[in-house]
């Protein structure tokens, strides 16, 4: 594990000195450059969008974008106005009304969503859509 994070810690400065000597040569103003901040939040949101199904663990996150927990979802949420619990419950409901539209019971759909407990994927998508899943599959077929 050491080792990984020393190799990745290397890896991130070679890029950051690639990019201070390449900066001039670069298409974008450094307006448009992202923060140190930004960038974090980009990469968080890409994994959320990617890795919904696994279980999240924010300090964890945090820790490996070189943040505090705190700092980072201060950040997340200003620039998200969502906090990262939220965002990556609403990356893994929407993901779960595309799944209810296939063949796979409601229990599946939350597994593959990242939900390990039936009831909990069930209040939880009736809060963000207003209709249990079953009603909105239900609403599908109509």
Not at 77 to 100: D, F, G, H, M
Request: net charge positive.
């Amino acid at each position: 594990m050491v080792t990984a994070l020393a190799t990745d810690g290397w890896f991130r400065i070679l890029l950051a000195e690639f990019a201070r000597l390449n900066a001039p040569k670069l298409r974008y103003s450094s307006a448009e450059a992202l923060t140190d901040s930004e960038r974090a939040v980009e990469q968080a949101i890409r994994w959320f969008q990617t890795q919904y199904m696994l279980p999240v663990s924010i300090d964890k996150l945090a820790a490996s974008l070189g943040y505090h927990r705190t700092h980072f979802t201060k950040v997340f949420k200003q620039l998200t106005s969502l906090s990262p619990k939220q965002y990556i419950n609403q990356v893994r409901l929407e993901r779960a009304k595309e799944l209810l539209r296939t063949n796979l019971s409601v229990e599946q759909v939350g597994n593959s969503c990242g939900f390990t407990d039936p009831l909990y994927f069930s209040k939880q998508f009736k809060l963000w859509t207003g209709e249990s899943p079953s009603q909105f599959r239900e609403g599908l077929r109509r």
